[in-house]
């Protein structure tokens, strides 16, 4: 069965194969997977083929073992403040996280607002479910609504960890599609789910 969808790379609809969902058992194993997929030659780059973290993540993706895959994400995770700032692309947060408790307090007395989000992506290895291009670039676009105090008519945001080439590249994408197709990303009522390459046009592509 297949689904006709659109992404920031053309109007033209293009048909699309719903996928099965995973089961519990393959979930945690194919997320570490890609965890590590996206991150291995990253980690390659930055610290050298010899070193141990390059080697227990080269371990951990030929064995594909949820096992390894968890002790090799643990191992970066646990890796000294000046590694891991290498390895984030200088990303350095200031002290520790807010918990999620203050965080969801601190939200619940914000307005409800309505906003067009932007996503984009990178990967080179996943799933084509959102039109990656040659560059591994994928870009998804849709209606939201957030809590929120201010009414800024722009905002955005950058995750941690991303690279300065990867962040210009992928904006200057979502701004070219802004440019091109404005009329049908704003449109709601016409175009009411995320326009993308999604295939369950019931997802919901922004529960994270």
């Given at each position: 069965m297949t689904n006709e969808t659109?992404?920031?790379?053309?109007?033209?609809?293009?048909?699309?194969?719903?996928?099965?969902?995973?089961?519990p058992e393959q979930e945690?194993?194919?997320r570490l997977l890609g965890e590590m997929n996206d991150l291995w030659q990253h980690v390659i780059d930055t610290l050298g083929p010899d070193a141990a973290l390059s080697k227990l993540i080269a371990q951990a993706r030929e064995s594909g073992d949820v096992e390894q895959l968890q002790l090799a994400s643990a191992a970066i995770k646990g890796q000294p403040a000046d590694v891991q700032k290498r390895l984030n692309h200088g990303w350095a947060p200031p002290g520790s996280p807010p918990s999620?408790?203050?965080?969801?307090?601190?939200?619940?007395?914000?307005?409800v607002r309505y906003f067009l989000q932007l996503d984009g992506d990178i990967s080179q290895l996943r799933d084509d479910v959102w039109g990656h291009d040659e560059?591994?670039?994928g870009t998804m676009a849709g209606g939201v609504f957030?809590?929120?105090?201010?009414?800024?008519?722009?905002?955005?945001?950058?995750?941690e960890g991303t690279s300065k080439p990867d962040a210009l590249a992928l904006l200057g994408k979502?701004?070219?599609?802004?440019?091109?197709?404005?009329?049908e990303l704003v449109d709601q009522e016409r175009k009411?789910?995320?326009?993308?390459?999604?295939?369950?046009?019931?997802?919901?592509?922004?529960?994270d």
């Open positions: 659109h992404d920031a790379h053309g109007t033209r609809p293009q048909p699309v194969w719903r996928q099965e969902p995973l089961s945690p194993r194919l999620r408790e203050s965080l969801l307090q601190k939200a619940s007395g914000k307005p560059e591994g670039h957030e809590l929120r105090n201010t009414d800024f008519p722009v905002r955005v945001q950058i995750a979502l701004m070219r599609w802004l440019e091109k197709d404005w009329e009411p789910l995320a326009i993308s390459s999604n295939p369950d046009p019931f997802a919901d592509p922004f529960t």
